[in-house]
C-alpha cells in the first residue's frame, strides 16, 4: 500500500503479509481492510482508496450481502469505511495505473513481517518519478 499526497508526492507505504496463502481476491479484499484500518489509525481525513481490482470495487459499491468469507471481508470493509471515511472514495483504476501498489506488493514477499515505510523504497523511485513528470 502507497500514500500519496494530492500531487502525487510519496508520503508512506507500508508492506503488509498475509498467511496463509489464500486466494487471490481474498488476498485482495484483506489488503483492503487492512488498509483502511491503517490509514484510520493515522488520521489522515478524505482519502481516496485506488484498487486494480473490478470485482473488489463492484461488491464493496454493491448494495447486497455474501455471506462467505469473502463477502464477511467486504462487508467489514464497508462497515469501516461509512464510520470514518465520509468525504472518500474507493476506485477502480487499471493495473497500468496501479503499478506502485504492484510493485510494493512483489517487494513484501521478501520480508517477514508489515513494515511502514517512510523513505522512498527503491523498488517504485523510478516508477513515482515517472508518475509526476
Not at 489488503?31 to 484500518?37: R, V
Not at 470493509?77 to 506488493?105: G, I, P, T
Amino acid at each position: 500500500m502507497c500514500i500519496r499526497d494530492e500531487f502525487g508526492a510519496f508520503v508512506l507505504a507500508r508492506y503488509d503479509q498475509f498467511t496463509p496463502v489464500c486466494a487471490v481476491h481474498i488476498g485482495e479484499a484483506l489488503g483492503l481492510l487492512s488498509t483502511l484500518a491503517w490509514v484510520h489509525k493515522l488520521n489522515l481525513g478524505s482519502v481516496d482508496f485506488e484498487l486494480d481490482s473490478k470485482k473488489i470495487v463492484g461488491m464493496f459499491h454493491a448494495r447486497t450481502q455474501d455471506a462467505i468469507e469473502f463477502g464477511v471481508i467486504i462487508s467489514h470493509c464497508k462497515s469501516l469505511f461509512s464510520n470514518y471515511y465520509s468525504n472518500s472514495s474507493v476506485e477502480f483504476v487499471r493495473q497500468q495505473a496501479n503499478e506502485v501498489a504492484h510493485s510494493l506488493a512483489k517487494a513484501a514477499t521478501f520480508t517477514a513481517s508489515p513494515q511502514v515505510i517512510v523513505d522512498i523504497p527503491h523498488c517504485i523511485e523510478y516508477i513515482l518519478i515517472n508518475d509526476m513528470l
